[in-house]
């Protein structure tokens, strides 16, 4: 009651509560349909006021009057004159019992499905009940994550916690977001900022698994930083595989056929002792779709913490939902608006490889572009980052200390915050793995 009658006080506390609140958070039914009429005046007048004089013609007009209890109740809302100082606390009590009903009637369902019975819910493109016990945690796990959405709503800020946020941010003098273990590209993007969605693009045996590898590796084993990598393409122990090459230097197909010397095994024997607890984990369950990617990151975040997604890649992952009418492109472009909705529920970055299709290959030069991803829909839209790791056929070779590597070059192709341009890298085809160029001066 407090909340209603506030709003009858102050057009501006009805204002900002109208934007807070739902009339769905409201337990009783007269009042769910009282804030609903408040609303309406505040969308047709937002500095007019809310009392007994205009409500009743609103309540008359939406036809509400007798299921609200007539003048005579919503004049009793006067009794109840509330803090008007306290008017956020207020709505912040609603939301929090409006979030535990529902999680309620989430448990209620849940408990339903395990016995057999309970409503049918969407699932894979069927309006069915959940089967398994998979589905049924599938369908929880998702109805949580929106109810943490709705109990964490934010509100708009001031320009001085604007300001406040940007000095800090500002102040701190290093990368303002995770480094991806390339300098260069560090210093010309600001790193991966929260929320962000990265692309790195390119044609089969450009690549791209390798670098968001070592992406993964510089955050999770180089840094300490929890990540999660998810492949549909690779499994755990070629993944495996990748990692001991390019963190040792050993060559990739030596640990593959297992032809290892005295002195390489070794070093990947103290390699896999030294990282096997860091924080990088590997998923290489198939065709996961977006919502379950993000139930398995809620589930890391709760365990660990989490700082940064990778998924290799777009093309290979399912639609949430199956519609036939669909084409291939409006399921890749709803993917990756799932992606980008990710990074920001979860404010972290997330680094999605794509594959590219064959356009490329017709130009002179051969270099990709934004357009070229196969199936693009709106990934170029929703991207704050593309990327694209390049090598020509017969890049040139140069020593790099103990290792011959080739050049290659990485361009940015869409770069949201920054200037897009293209950096001088490194292969080194042994390891797959991609370097940062070396630093004038410097050792190598």
């Given amino acids: 009651m407090a909340v209603l009658a506030g709003m009858m006080q102050s057009p501006h506390a009805a204002a900002m509560l109208a934007e807070r609140l739902d009339e769905s958070d409201f337990f009783l039914e007269r009042h769910q349909l009282l804030f609903r009429a408040f609303a309406r005046m505040m969308e047709r007048d937002a500095s007019g006021a809310i009392d007994l004089t205009t409500i009743p ?49 989430t448990m ?29 945690v ?31 941010k500002l102040e701190s003098g290093e990368c303002q977001g995770l480094p991806t273990g390339f300098p260069e590209l560090d210093r010309l993007t600001s790193g991966m900022g929260p929320g962000q969605l ?28 929890p990540v999660l990598f998810y492949s549909a393409e690779m499994v755990e122990s070629e993944l495996g595989e990748k990692i001991w090459s390019a963190g040792t230097g050993v060559p990739l197909a030596n640990i593959r056929s297992n032809r290892m010397s005295t002195r390489q095994m070794e070093a990947v024997v ?42 290799d890649y777009l093309q290979k992952l399912k639609p949430s939902t199956t519609n036939r009418q669909k084409s291939r492109t409006d399921e890749v472009s709803q993917i990756a608006q799932d992606l980008k909705d990710l990074a920001k529920d979860l404010r972290v970055p997330v680094m999605v490889m ?21 199936s693009s829909g709106d990934i170029e839209q929703e991207a704050d980052f593309i990327l694209f790791p390049f090598r020509e056929k017969d890049a040139p070779r140069q020593r790099r200390g103990a290792l011959e590597v080739e050049q ?24 797959t793995r991609y370097l940062p160029a070396p630093v004038a001066g410097g050792p190598f």
């Fill in 57 to 105: 013609a609103q309540l008359e007009a939406l036809g509400l009057d007798d299921k609200v209890g007539g003048v005579a109740y919503v004049a009793g809302l006067d009794l109840h004159l509330p803090d008007m100082g306290k008017m956020e606390t207020y709505a912040d009590i609603v939301m929090d019992r409006a979030v535990r009903r529902r999680l309620l009637a």
């Fill in 108 to 136: 209620e369902r849940a408990t339903a499905w395990c016995y057999g019975s309970g409503p049918d819910e969407r699932i894979d493109g069927e309006t069915r009940r959940p089967e398994t016990a998979e589905e049924i």
């Fill in 138 to 168: 599938h369908l929880v796990e998702g109805a949580a994550g929106t109810l943490a959405g709705q109990a964490a709503r934010g509100e708009p800020k001031s320009l001085a916690e604007v300001y406040a946020s940007t000095e800090t």
């Fill in 198 to 225: 990265w692309v790195v693009g390119g044609r089969p045996g450009m690549g791209k698994t390798s670098f968001g590898l070592g992406v993964a590796c510089h955050v999770g084993i180089d840094r300490g930083e």
């Fill in 270 to 311: 103290a390699f896999a002792s030294a990282t096997h607890d860091r924080p990088l984990m590997i998923d290489d369950q198939p065709a996961l779709t977006v919502a379950e990617i993000s139930h398995r990151a809620r589930r890391l975040r709760a365990k660990v913490g989490l700082s940064l997604v990778i998924v």
């Fill in 354 to 374: 794509a594959q590219l299709n064959r356009e490329s290959e017709h130009r002179a030069d051969g270099r990709p572009r934004p357009a070229d991803m196969k």
């Fill in 408 to 431: 290659a070059e990485l361009i940015i192709g869409k770069a949201r915050h920054s200037e897009q341009r293209t950096i001088e890298i490194q292969w080194h085809g042994p390891t």
